[in-house]
């Protein structure tokens, strides 16, 4: 993601979550493809993502950053 490139990120994100449901790392996952999809101002989709992420696993701890970013992207969408 700090590298600028988003597309790809959330692409190789979405990858790894089709094949490797229950995975360990599949909290992180999520987070990063619904931070990129928020970075590449796809806001409805990065809203989507993030109450996702807190619904599936609320208690990881990217799940305990997730509403702040959700309510980012509810904002810059317009939608308050």
Same mark, same amino acid.
């Given at each position: /993601? ?13 990858? &790894? /979550? ?34 996702? /992420?807190?619904?599936? &696993? ?16 509810? &904002? /810059?969408?317009?939608?308050?």
């Amino acid at each position: /993601l700090d590298l600028g490139e988003l597309d790809q990120a959330v692409e190789y994100g979405k990858t &790894f /979550l089709k094949g490797r449901v229950g995975h360990s790392l599949e909290p992180d996952v999520r987070y990063i493809v619904a931070e990129g999809l928020l970075r590449s101002k796809q806001y409805a989709a990065a809203d989507a993502a993030y109450r996702d /992420l807190t619904q599936k &696993f609320p208690n990881h701890a990217t799940a305990q950053k997730a509403p702040l970013r959700q309510a980012t992207a509810l &904002f /810059l969408e317009k939608k308050y």
